[in-house]
């Protein structure tokens, strides 16, 4: 068994401001976007797009910081609407403390759907070119996101084999029993393997839509098979047949994914 090594979440204190390590993996998440994005901008269909359609540096620049205000905005929403909508209607300016923690990757989501509709509308450029465009830098950005839940130490798995070598105690979870590390399940799973599947797929010209919808549903499988090792959250436990809110999250991504990855493959 390996004892989960209690990391102090502040990464530098500098007399009364401290810089805590899951602010700098969001930093981090915002930086690869950045980075991937211009990448984009080298392979099909956007290096052959000239004139009032071709893409810049400086609309990569727009989009994150649009996604930026999307996944904080919709993450906390989400986790407010989706995990204790009754704790926040009746404390609903407590919507607002974002230090005391709780975001929900499906909030995040539908914040960047938001944010993606906003740009192509003001931009006027299509919708699902947009969303392809985004998709292949999401993944390393979740990676970053789990990578900051494994030093927080929060999110942990449920019980393990005694005999699984990897499983981990987790000492504050109040159990001295090994666990899954679910948070490292999650960064090789949703963040490793997902970007290198849809980067790899997305390198050729596809229809439009397919890499939005292979990412929507790539995510949605490897997310709904990592619930089965994380510990479902205290408040909720598991729901009906069994499965967490999460899991029961990814049944329409994955069905909406698949419908528009086939919608896309049959439209002219």
């Known amino acids: 068994m390996l004892i989960y090594p209690r ?45 009032p359609g071709a893409w810049s ?17 919709g993450g906390r ?45 003001t931009r006027r450029r299509p919708l699902l070119q947009v969303a ?20 927080n130490g929060e999110l942990w798995g449920r019980l393990a084999s005694p005999d699984l070598p ?18 490292l399940y999650q960064f090789l799973l949703e963040g490793v393997l997902l970007f290198v599947l849809l980067w790899c797929y997305a390198r050729r010209e596809r229809r439009p839509g397919q890499v939005a919808a292979a990412f929507v549903t790539g995510y949605g499988v490897l997310r709904f098979v990592a619930e089965y090792f ?7 436990g598991l729901l009906w047949l069994n499965m967490s809110m999460g899991q029961w999250l990814c049944l329409p991504m994955i069905a909406g994914g698949a419908g528009l990855w086939l919608w896309a493959q049959r439209r002219r």
């Open 7 to 51: 990391i102090d979440p502040v990464a530098l204190q500098i007399g009364p401001l401290a810089i805590h390590w899951y602010g700098l993996t969001y930093l981090a998440a915002f930086g690869l976007f950045l980075f991937l994005g211009r990448c984009r901008l080298k392979y099909p269909p956007y290096a052959s797009l000239a004139g």
């Open 77 to 121: 929403l989400g986790y407010c609407l989706f995990y204790k909508p009754d704790y926040y209607l009746g404390h609903p300016l407590e919507v607002l403390a974002l230090w005391q923690g709780g975001m929900a990757f499906h909030g995040g989501l539908l914040g960047v759907i938001a944010a993606m509709l906003w740009f192509a509308r």
């Open 230 to 236: 994380r510990e479902p959250d205290s408040f909720l």
């Open 166 to 183: 990897w499983g981990m105690v987790f000492a504050h979870s109040g159990s001295m029993q090994p666990r899954h590390p679910s948070q």
């Open 57 to 73: 540096r400086k609309d990569v620049e727009d989009l994150l910081f649009l996604g930026v205000l999307g996944v904080v905005v």
């Open 132 to 151: 392809d465009f985004v998709a292949p830098g999401v993944p390393t950005g979740l990676a970053a996101g789990r990578a900051g839940n494994f030093i």
